[in-house]
């Protein structure tokens, strides 16, 4: 490390040139970064429901699904002003690009089926045409009335409120198809009506809104973590120098990420934030002990080797953890946490070469401080005079500290119980957003806004016109609709009930399938002749081998679908026992909900015990003793039980979000307990007084620790300032588990060390 310090100070001038050409490779490459939320990046590919959703949206769409509610604010909807607002919207959504017309549901764009004398039947549009006169108002309002088809599926129970469902294709962007839509329905709002729009392109439309607001959050972040860097050195040379580093470390981890071509999304715009201050952080740990050398070695440069001596092995060793805790997230099952733990992973180790090079470098170039400047560095009486109550406490009350440390960490296993899991993204918004004001309403006022599809799979052509099959799909549709949280449901069966009660005199106890193959086919034959060949391409394939049974519901909270999809499953094993028909529950954003709810709980353990094997192992190997890993990993505990207690006491839940903060306080938490047991050994090689080098280590590397740990923990916290529910969650939490983990390294790791005296911190 002398070696490489020594030669870094004589070819300064070559580092710094080499690290800034780097840079500027690395800032070319940002011009071809792009915000982009993917539809499927958010989803474990290989989970059942996911693979049972990816397979209908193949056959017949479903990932763009959006839902918007026309709700009457005087009177109802049968009025011709409101009938034609429902129509023009109608007509609107099916001119847009990319919209699959088979799987667009409305008054407007649906099919009566009227009973005639003779036992004729005619199958006719409801609303080709906005109604013209009151007549033709009051004949749509009898035949919605009449088919149970629209009744509560397109039209509200109470006639106030009408439903236009519309289904889109890959081929067009959500920001593109949201501001289409906003289009159509923009003329349409007016004091007689309220519009509200749903569905999953228009969450994840508002979704890259947000997200783009880390482009003024982030100044801000960089504000607040220069004004820490003036309290920790009140001189501009070391505020700004942390700063540039880290900026420059953020630009090499983005830069990879646009070289890569992989999109920014919802996580991956939040880690610029933590490689700045984790970045800036290390900065101060290295900038911390050069100006403790300058006033022991006098000369710039050989102050600047011997901090890279004393911190250069640290730095490498908290680098490696810190990077390889991050990079356990690649193996979390969801694409776009794995793009978040490599960005970070990548970025960690561009801080690292860039405070190994240009750091001590640039430092080399610049004219050592002043005096002053070095007497203002040390100038923290309030931090000085709390470290050293501290070490009061540490040294003298060792066994008290680690009793209350044994107390917090019981009453958050106790929180811990209580931690519920859920991924519903509508609650990534507030209240107060508009899409949560339009959620709320239409789950009110109609069906509902979460989806959920059945497919069922035979290995025959026109398999389903079986009546067992049929027969078999329809009960299962009709035990879903039973739920009082489902609003809607729509399946084949539905138009074959219908065809064959309009066939016997509108007679409901008609609406039945009827027990006769032929007839169910001539009955679907019928039906296709009436409205053409792609008229139930929504729900049925060209030879009748597949099928979907679709639904909307007022709910998608994690244990009312974990608990739907238990028993859709129990009831279809035993209703199409021995059919030659396979069913795939569930797809939908009930399903792939609670695919995201099972891969949270399973990969979340999964990625605890990973990165806290990693840390030892890496610990442990670096310390020469397994003590010393154990001794890395308590704090560690001690933070994610308290964040993971927090989160159960006071109600929040557990989802893909929040499960990336333990892998990022664990890591970050990590070089915090690196940082203070290399000082307290090289205190304890210095003094022989274990009390002696641990009130030191305080003193030192406790000032680096709580300054970056500041650092992280209120450079996070400009997240709240978005108004992003979502944000709001991780800044805080990422603050409190970082805070916490700084407090407990700074009260576990000395009070262990003086109750054991292990044998590591004397090697």
């Excluded at 009140?234 to 880290?246: D, E, G, H, I, N």
């Excluded at 990077?323 to 733990?341: D, H, K, N, Q």
């Excluded at 960005?343 to 050592?368: D, K, N, Q």
């Excluded at 500041?710 to 996070?716: H, M, N, P, Q």
Aim: net charge negative.
């Amino acid at each position: 490390m002398e070696s490489y310090s020594r030669f870094v100070v004589r070819h300064r001038v070559t580092v710094v040139i080499c690290t800034l050409l780097l840079t500027a490779f690395f800032l070319l490459q940002l011009f071809a970064l792009r915000l982009e939320i993917r539809r499927r990046a958010n989803l474990p590919d290989d989970h059942p429901h996911v693979v049972v959703q990816n397979r209908m949206s193949d056959l017949f769409g479903g990932e763009g699904v959006v839902i918007i509610g026309v709700i009457a604010l005087q009177g109802d909807i049968y009025s011709e002003e409101m009938l034609g607002k429902i129509h023009r919207i109608t007509r609107g959504i099916l001119d847009l690009p990319k919209v699959i017309e088979t799987s667009v549901f409305s008054i407007a764009h649906a099919d009566a089926i009227v009973s005639e004398a003779g036992g004729m039947v005619d199958i006719h549009p409801l609303m080709e045409e906005a109604p013209d006169g009151a007549e033709d108002v009051e004949r749509i309002r009898r035949e919605v009335r009449a088919d149970r088809f629209f009744r509560g599926n397109l039209v509200s129970e109470d006639e106030t409120a009408a439903v236009i469902v519309a289904d889109f294709d890959h081929g067009i962007g959500d920001e593109e198809l949201a501001a289409r839509i906003e289009a159509v329905v923009g003329s349409e709002r007016d004091d007689s009506v309220r519009i509200a729009l749903a569905g999953s392109p228009i969450l994840r439309a508002s979704l890259a809104r947000y997200t783009a607001m880390i482009a003024y959050l982030f100044p801000l972040a960089v504000v607040v973590i220069g004004l820490i860097h003036w309290e920790a050195f009140r001189t501009l040379q070391a505020m700004f120098l942390p700063l540039v580093t880290a900026l420059m470390s953020v630009v090499w981890a983005l830069g990879m990420m646009a070289w890569w071509r992989l999109p920014m999304d919802t996580w991956s715009a939040m880690t610029p934030v933590l490689i700045l201050a984790v970045a800036a952080g290390h900065a101060v740990q290295i900038l911390k002990r050069y100006y403790e050398e300058l006033r022991g070695a006098g000369d710039n440069d050989e102050a600047i080797v011997r901090a890279l001596v004393a911190v250069g092995p640290v730095m490498l060793t908290a680098g490696a953890v810190a990077s390889a805790g991050f990079a356990s997230l690649a193996t979390f099952g969801i694409l776009s946490v794995r793009v978040f733990g490599m960005l970070l992973a990548c970025g960690i180790l561009s801080a690292l070469v860039i405070e190994m090079t240009f750091i001590p470098a640039c430092r080399s170039l610049l004219p050592a401080p002043r005096e002053r400047e070095v007497s203002r560095e040390r100038e923290s009486a309030n931090l000085d005079r709390i470290l050293e109550r501290l070490a009061d406490l540490v040294t003298q009350r060792p066994r008290t500290m680690l009793v209350a440390s044994l107390i917090v960490f019981a009453v958050s296993l106790l929180g811990v119980r209580s931690l519920q899991v859920d991924n519903s993204i509508r609650y990534w918004f507030a209240e107060s957003t508009q899409v949560r004001r339009d959620d709320a309403i239409l789950n009110e006022k109609l069906a509902g806004t979460a989806t959920l599809r059945i497919l069922i799979e035979g290995s025959e052509p026109n398999v389903l016109q079986d009546p067992k099959v049929m027969q078999a799909i329809d009960a299962l549709a009709a035990f879903l609709a039973a739920d009082p949280h489902i609003g809607g449901v729509t399946a084949l069966p539905s138009h074959v009930k219908r065809i064959h009660q309009a066939l016997n005199g509108g007679d409901p106890g008609y609406h039945f399938v009827p027990d006769d193959g032929p007839t169910i086919g001539e009955y679907l034959f019928l039906y296709s002749m009436a409205v053409g060949p792609n008229g139930l391409l929504a729900f049925v394939d060209a030879d009748y081998s597949r099928t979907m049974i679709r639904a909307l519901s007022k709910t998608d909270a994690a244990s009312f679908s974990r608990d739907l999809i238990r028993r859709l499953r129990v009831f279809a094993d035993e209703r199409f026992a021995g059919l030659p028909v396979e069913v795939g529950i569930a797809g939908g954003t009930l399903g792939v909900q609670t695919a995201l709810n099972d891969v949270v709980v399973e990969e979340k353990v999964s990625n605890m015990l990973q990165v806290g094997a990693i840390i030892f192992a890496l610990c442990a190997l670096l310390l020469r003793s397994l003590v010393g890993g154990l001794f890395v990993l308590t704090p560690l505990w001690v933070a994610v039980a308290f964040n993971l207690g927090l989160m159960g006491w006071l109600r929040i839940w557990l989802d893909m979000a929040t499960a990336t903060i333990t892998a990022m306080g664990v890591s970050i938490g990590a070089d915090f307990a690196i940082y203070l047991i290399f000082r307290i050994r090289e205190e304890l090689a210095r003094s022989g007084d274990l009390r002696v080098a641990i009130r030191a280590s305080l003193r030192t590397s406790g000032k680096a620790i709580f300054f970056v740990s500041s650092a992280v923990a209120l450079g996070y916290l400009v997240l709240p300032l978005s108004g992003f529910s979502i944000w709001i969650r991780l800044g805080v939490l990422t603050s409190v588990i970082v805070a916490v983990s700084a407090i407990a390294t700074l009260v576990l790791i000395p009070a262990l060390a003086l109750l054991t005296r292990p044998a590591f911190l004397s090697r």
